[in-house]
């Protein structure tokens, strides 16, 4: 710590009054000291990671943070806010903020000593130390962890030493009688929890919950922590006799956690990061209520990808989305593979090339039919298992590795009765609600043992077939073929509105929620692919393209419009947008999504109105402009996708020029000047 602040680094009076302020304030003098070399691509870079999570924390505490290509070396400023200043943080402002910029390579050895800021940040009378300091120097050293400087001792006049002749003599006498030794009552055995913290950058939130659970273990005196820090730049794993001898267990992540298998078969309670900061006792407590239950990460009532979700305020709808998010994630793979080879079957063999024989009787080496038949039939292979993966993963969202024999039993029976994609939906849902239902039963400790292999799977399975084939099934596989009618029967106005809320949804949030939805959706219909489903797939991927190709194009007819790093980001987007990577547009709507979006939004909707209205298909699930030749009508759909790109551009230019006029000269040139000496129109930063 002791290189990364310095008084220069200190803003005991920070004036900003919203957090977008605060980065900038404190990353310009960053800047002066030569720590961060651009700092709008800086600033956006914190927006990014701002956008992931807030970083308020509770007790005042704004701790904003990234790793940075412009960050030359490990870098802390701190600044306090007499008013405070609105970090996300549950309890409210924040008056203590914190920005630590490490740079993108950032060692091990960097990371740990930033970690002992967010370690520090822990101690109420740091803090209280920091909030009545007087002097930047002083500030800095305390951060650092300086040791103050000792108070020289008095000088004194040193008593005689007393000689042999003075000191008295023992007496005689007989020897005392020896009190009888008492052996030292044995301590009371504590109870051992292991624990796995991470967050997305591994910076703070993941050692500030690794301090908070530990201090919480040592307060409540018979409980010892021990944790495991899973940083983005690696971890050390905990020894496993640490893991074996203890008596539960806490995962408090944002992202997965590394090799959970080591942690099978102990009491666990899994929750999101900010819950193992803000509340450490009551996760201690959670986890001995599980260790008295008998509970286990793989019996009766263990924590599921639900509880690890996020914290206990989230609602059922979002729940819900995480449940379907996990299915869809893990059909994507089957979907981009199948998809891809039915295409380019058909592309080689022509649309005929579905009557072919099996190629396991009949292939020929030296003929194209031949080749594009296999290319076909493992392809529908592949897509074969699209609706079993989407249930089976949906149930392994809600109840873990219980949910997968009855969530892929359900997803076979959906395509077994014709119930298609809602079906695997519906599937999915009743197998994980019944795992999650089995699981609440209090069952005998003998039965344990056999519960996840055997009482589980064959009592869930047995219900979910129930329901799909007696109950359910029927109405839903009604409802698909209704579905699917209307998607073959939309034409003219009809389809043209689809598009159009199609093309909104995927430029919404850039590969958010909305546009997963989107997504989904039109992949759900190439299981069953039919005309109408095959235009949808095409609108969605026009659409998806846009937003990153407008940016790119806007960076090049306009670049003085846009920051130095926007411009170097459009070079990029390019190339991401061309292979339909919406998120592409992401580092130009975090520092300005009050025009990004909209004017993306604008030409996705142009985009998806003009690919339905055109009849444009599409076989394969992704691939942007390199699977044209496997699209119905290529040429007008290039057409569409070029003409929400121009509306895109033109929007996105001409709101930036209305927000701040250009400067004189015009030339991307002068604004490359301009904007090495950062001058030039400053973008604001917004989470």
């Known amino acids: 710590m002791s290189e990364m602040i310095t008084a220069d680094l200190v803003d005991l009076d920070l004036s900003a009054d919203t957090k977008e302020a605060a980065a900038r304030a404190l990353a310009e003098r960053m800047i002066a000291q030569g720590r961060v070399t651009d700092l709008d691509g800086f600033l956006a870079d914190v927006a990014a990671r701002e956008a992931q999570m807030p970083t308020g924390l509770d007790g005042g505490i704004g701790i904003p943070h990234c790793r940075s290509e412009h960050v030359t070396e490990p870098t802390l400023a701190f600044g306090r806010s007499a008013d405070g200043i609105d970090f996300g943080a549950p309890d409210g402002p924040a008056d203590l903020i914190f920005l630590i910029a ?40 305390l951060i650092r962890g300086d040791e103050p400087e000792p108070t020289p001792e008095p000088e004194s006049t040193p008593e005689p030493s007393a000689g042999p002749e003075s000191r008295p003599k023992p007496t005689a006498g007989p020897e005392p009688t020896p009190e009888p030794e008492t052996a030292p009552a044995a301590p009371a055995a504590k109870f051992k929890i292991v624990a796995v913290t991470s967050c997305p950058t591994g910076i703070a939130h993941t050692y500030m919950a690794a301090e908070s659970l530990e201090k919480a273990g040592r307060d409540a005196g018979d409980v010892e922590v021990v944790v495991e820090t899973q940083g983005s730049a690696g971890f050390t794993r905990l020894a496993p006799e640490v893991i074996a001898g203890a008596d539960g267990v806490i995962f408090a992540h944002d992202v997965p956690v590394r090799e959970k298998d080591r942690f099978a078969g102990k009491p666990t309670v899994d929750v999101g990061v900010k819950a193992g900061i803000n509340r450490p006792a009551e996760l201690i407590g959670e986890v001995r209520d599980k260790a008295a239950r008998g509970e286990t990460m793989s019996g009766a009532a263990s924590a599921t990808p639900v509880d690890r979700a996020g914290d206990a305020g989230d609602g059922y709808g979002t729940k819900l989305r995480k449940w379907l998010m996990s299915g869809v994630s893990y059909m994507v793979p089957f979907v981009a593979a199948g998809g891809l080879l039915i295409a380019l079957g058909f592309a080689i063999g022509g649309y005929t090339i579905n009557k072919a024989p099996s190629v396991a009787e009949h292939f020929v080496w030296t003929q194209t039919d031949s080749w594009a038949a296999l290319l076909f039939q493992v392809g529908s292979v592949a897509f074969a298992f699209l609706v079993p993966v989407l249930a089976g993963f949906i149930a392994y969202g809600m109840a873990d590795r219980p949910g997968l024999v009855p969530g892929f039993v359900g997803g076979s029976i959906a395509l077994t009765i014709n119930a298609g994609f809602l079906g695997g939906l519906a599937a999915g849902l009743i197998a994980g609600g019944v795992v999650m239902a089995i699981q609440k039963v209090n069952v005998p400790p003998v039965l344990r043992g056999i519960m996840p292999v055997v009482v589980i799977p064959l009592i869930s399975s047995a219900v979910v077939g129930f329901l799909m084939f007696l109950v359910i099934g029927k109405p839903i596989a009604s409802l698909q073929r209704a579905l699917t009618d209307w998607l073959n029967s939309l034409s003219g106005a009809n389809a043209i509105i689809l598009g159009i809320i199609l093309g909104l949804m995927m430029c919404f949030d850039l590969g958010g929620p909305l546009n997963k939805v989107a997504y989904a959706f039109a992949v759900g219909g190439l299981a069953n692919p039919t005309e109408g489903s095959l235009k949808v797939m095409a609108a969605v991927m026009a659409a998806g393209m846009v937003p990153p190709l407008a940016m790119a194009l806007a960076t090049t007819v306009r670049g003085r419009l846009f920051t130095k790093t926007e411009r170097e980001n459009g070079k990029a987007a390019w190339v991401l947008g061309a292979s339909f990577i919406t998120e592409g547009a992401i580092p130009f709507a975090a520092a300005d999504p009050l025009r990004v979006i909209p004017a993306s939004m604008a030409g996705g909707a142009v985009t998806g109105a003009l690919s339905m209205a055109f009849g444009c298909t599409l076989r394969a699930p992704h691939g942007g402009i390199f699977v044209v030749p496997l699209i119905g009508n290529p040429f007008l759909y290039l057409i569409a996708v070029a003409a929400g790109v121009c509306v895109s551009t033109a929007l996105v230019v001409i709101l930036k020029g209305m927000r701040k006029s250009a400067p004189e000269g015009g030339a991307d040139g002068a604004g490359d000047a301009t904007a090495q000496k950062g001058e030039e129109p400053k973008i604001p930063v917004a989470a």
Do not use: N, V, W, Y
């Open 102 to 141: 490490a740079p993108a390579g950032a060692d091990d050895a960097h990371l740990t000593i930033l970690s002992s800021l967010a370690r520090q940040l822990m101690d109420e009378d740091f803090k209280a130390a920091l909030r009545t300091a007087t002097d930047a120097g002083a500030t800095a050293a």
